[in-house]
């Protein structure tokens, strides 16, 4: 006669037996939204990321595509090149919180899409950031030396190989994975699914202006995005005005401090 063997404390045997087999051959689980980033981390970054990237592609939207055009642009309008890109790069590295929690939303019914997707995209954001850092240097080169030697160099290096060049069929393909993905899941409709595949098309590389691809791919970000970042931040209790006003405060001299420190550096 065999005996049957406790089960450990804690230990949720029914979910053991009632899961599918091929749920337990995948190498991720979900249940539910992940708790990184977070609700408030995720909400807000779904928002404000896709507002600041259509904010910097449209100030600059005046100027021609290209670099050489762009750098005359940073000399004859510095202020408004330099709100343009900066947006444009402060949105860049706020999506990462937003596509956690679109890839942990389409992971409850498409687990390899929302892995797959999500690693492509937060992989892409992290070769537009180092294009960000290029476009920074081009920039003080033109402030410096003027545009026509910023010029001269951009151009004559334009083409070299670095390591994020393997990352350029991320930047387009993880938008489409995880469009594909928060359709299947029922996470986005059909519409704003293809809105969200649309943000492949957003130009890739060193001081890119603005096309009209460039517009739609932003404006197709924000519609997939936005309402999907104030849906998840009504996804919970709403806290007290007295506890936003700490955090917004705590945040913002956080921010205060941290660019303090590192100008100084």
Known sequence: MTTRQSAPPGHDT????????????????????????????????????????????????PFH????????????????????????????????????????????????????????????????????????????LADRQGAEAATRLVGDTYGAFHVFSALNLAIMGGWILLAVGAWRARVLGPVRAVALAATAALPLGVLKGTTPLSVVAVAGLCLALVPLGVTVLRDGPVPRRATVLRWTAAVTAAVILMTLIGQAG
Not at 76 to 94: D, Q
Not at 107 to 112: A, E, N, V, Y
């Open 65 to 140: 595509f290209f670099f050489p055009e762009q750098l005359a642009a940073r000399t004859e309008h510095p202020a408004l090149m330099a709100a343009s890109y900066g947006a444009f790069a402060a949105g860049t590295v706020l999506l990462w919180p937003a596509i956690a929690t679109l890839a942990a939303r389409i992971g409850r019914r498409s687990p390899g899409l929302a892995l797959w997707g999500g690693i492509f995209a937060v992989l892409g954001l992290f070769a537009r950031t180092f294009h960000a850092g290029i476009d920074h240097l081009a920039f003080q």
């Open 14 to 61: 029914t979910a053991d037996t009632t899961a599918p087999a091929k749920a337990r051959l995948l190498p991720v689980e979900w249940s539910g939204d992940s708790p990184f980033p977070g609700r408030w981390a995720g909400g807000v970054s779904l928002v404000v990321g896709p507002l600041l990237l259509g904010t910097g592609v449209l100030l600059r939207l």
